[in-house]
């Protein structure tokens, strides 16, 4: 099943979950290796601070985000632990600019 295209915008509709993850210290680069061959995960960046990986996931519905959240990335060897955040809305540059602008030129 492909991308569902929203009535109103036309614009394809997806789903984002942003996943934190802390890793075991000698799995870091094997694991974000193996975490971008994961069909869903559109990114993997190696981050300072609390968490060593986040990886970006989308699917089509909550029901594809979940299979792979839960039966491919979560399952992976090298993972201490994860969390995974579920995103609501995103914002990009251009969209932001739009939002705030009062219409001055």
């Known amino acids: ?19 934190l993850i802390k890793a075991q210290t000698d799995k870091v680069s094997e694991l974000a290796q193996r975490l971008v061959e994961v069909d869903g995960v559109t990114e993997v960046f190696s981050v300072a601070g609390q968490h060593d990986l986040v990886a970006i996931v989308r699917a089509t519905d909550n029901e594809k985000l979940a299979v792979v959240v839960s039966d491919r990335v979560r399952k992976l060897g090298g993972i201490a632990n994860s969390e995974t955040l579920i995103a609501f809305r995103t914002y990009s540059k251009g969209e932001l600019e739009a939002a705030f602008s009062i219409g001055l030129d």
Do not use: Y
């Open 1 to 19: 099943m492909g991308l569902v295209d929203c009535k109103f915008t036309g614009i394809p509709m997806t789903v984002t979950a942003i996943v």
